[in-house]
């Protein structure tokens, strides 16, 4: 038996299993959907102290050349150029952003569709708005879409969020990529070939190759080396906290949350920094389990897989693996969603307010956060700045904050109860 090696151990597993119990050769492939084969990542992993996402990328630009000039160095002079990847809007807002092309659901999909509603109905979300490309020829007009109308702007943009624009400057390639419509190799060229048109900026062209010839394989290295172990990490030592539930239906006065969650439920998709700093953060700060974060991202997103959603849900956003994804926690209060976003300003929290009525949740669990793992967190060089902040709090305002926190905690676990 030959087959493509699947994304997912558990499946990688099972047909081990099977081959094995009915004495049937097996022969699993490489899937040449990534630039970086499994035995590759291991390799250049072996024997570091760390495995930095930045070396690795580092490592495949090198390789494949893209972005290089001929004498070997970076073209416009730097690998990386994420400090002019982190601008918000500002008042005025992201403008008039055109709307992704749509594709118009065939008679496969609408059977899929009507298969999907009929038997799920009572599952989160709706079909209502599928409109995703499903064959290859769709999938490069997304990118072409995306290469003439948002790529110049991505880099810029990225980090930030506008509410009821869940797509921004977001190329929305991650389910076409996944499903193998559409190759890592065309993203990463048509992006290159923009730069070199004149067409977009090297901000924009290096952040968008990053995270396709970076992160993106980058994760795919790290869960293939990791499992299955990584998958029982828990290294921030969380209890068997579920997510909340209004990460299910969307329904809660936490505006960032509200948004970010229409456009779960409505497309099975939110943009990376949503998916960040608000859901997965508003997950950390409240402790629940890296692993359940994991099982709901799986439950709802249209293009989670587990070699891909694993590191990402456990790893860099939760923490869950204690550096091996990530150099340090991505951790914040409301205040860095308030200057990244405009949901506090129609909110009925204040992202500066720690304690009090109108205290906004993240803030208030931020420093808790903190509080709780002083002692690991102090040893960790990237956080000098946060520890120090969280020490100038005194004893009294730092017993408000607990108290108000383990209100917002149980607040939380009493609505999983119901
Ligand atoms: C908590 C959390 C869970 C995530 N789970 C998934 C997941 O299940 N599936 C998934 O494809 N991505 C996941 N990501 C990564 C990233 O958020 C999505 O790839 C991205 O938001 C998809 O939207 P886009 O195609 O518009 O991406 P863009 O912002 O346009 O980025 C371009 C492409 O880069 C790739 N990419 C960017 N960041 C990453 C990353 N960290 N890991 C892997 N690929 C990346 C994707 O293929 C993406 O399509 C997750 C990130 C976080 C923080
Ligand atoms: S005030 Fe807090 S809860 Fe409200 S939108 Fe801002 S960060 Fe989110």
Redesign the pocket.
């Known amino acids: 038996m030959i087959v493509l090696h699947p994304g997912d151990n558990r499946v990688l597993n099972a047909i081990q299993n099977e081959a094995a119990e009915l004495s049937i050769p097996l022969e699993v492939r490489p899937d040449d959907h990534f630039y970086c084969e499994i035995e590759e990542f291991a390799e250049w992993a072996r024997g570091r102290k760390r495995t930095v996402m930045e070396d690795f990328y580092r490592h495949m630009r090198r390789k494949h050349n893209v972005l290089m000039t001929s004498s070997g160095d970076p073209v416009g002079g730097e690998w990386n150029y994420d400090s002019e990847n982190r601008e918000s809007f500002g008042k005025g807002g992201p403008g008039k952003v055109k709307p992704p092309c749509s594709f118009q659901a065939d008679d496969i999909t609408q059977d899929a569709i009507r298969m999907v509603e009929r038997r799920f109905a009572d599952h989160p979300g709706t079909c209502e708005h599928f409109d995703l490309p499903v064959t290859h020829k769709q999938a490069r007009a997304l990118l072409r879409d995306?290469i003439k109308h948002r790529l110049p702007q991505?880099g810029k943009w990225?980090d930030a969020i506008w509410m009821d624009e869940p797509?921004l400057y977001?190329?929305?390639?991650?389910?076409a990529?996944?499903l193998h419509l559409i190759s890592?190799r065309d993203?990463v060229d048509a992006a290159v070939a923009a730069y070199d048109a004149g067409e977009a900026p090297i901000n924009s062209v290096e952040g968008?190759v990053r995270?396709?010839l970076g992160?993106?394989e980058f994760?795919r290295g790290i869960y293939w080396k990791e499992m299955p172990s990584y998958i029982e990490r828990n290294e921030l030592w969380c209890g068997d906290v579920d997510v909340p539930s209004c990460f299910w239906d969307g329904k809660t006065d936490m505006r960032c949350v509200c948004d970010a969650m229409q456009s779960v439920l409505k497309h099975g998709?939110?943009?990376?920094i949503q998916?960040?700093m608000v859901?997965?953060l508003f997950s950390q700060l409240v402790g629940v389990h890296p692993r359940r974060?994991h099982d709901w991202?799986?439950a709802m997103?249209v293009?989670?897989?587990d070699w891909?959603?694993l590191?990402?849900?456990l790893g860099?956003?939760q923490y869950g693996d204690g550096g091996i994804v990530g150099t340090k926690p991505y951790c914040a209060s409301g205040n860095y969603i308030n200057k990244m976003s405009n949901c506090c300003s129609d909110c009925r929290f204040n992202p500066k307010e720690a304690t009090g009525e109108d205290a906004c949740p993240f803030t208030t669990l931020y420093w808790d956060f903190l509080d709780r793992h002083r002692d690991q967190f102090s040893k960790e060089p990237r956080m000098k700045l946060q520890m120090r902040n969280l020490d100038r709090k005194d004893d009294e305002e730092m017993q408000a904050i607990r108290l108000q926190a383990s209100r917002v905690k149980d607040f939380v676990k009493t609505e999983m109860r119901d």
């Open positions: 995306f991505f990225q797509l977001h190329s929305r390639l991650s389910f990529l996944n890592p993203c968008f995270q396709i992160w993106r994760v998709y939110a943009h990376h998916r960040l859901l997965g974060f991202h799986m997103y293009d989670a897989i891909v959603s590191p990402n849900t860099m956003s």
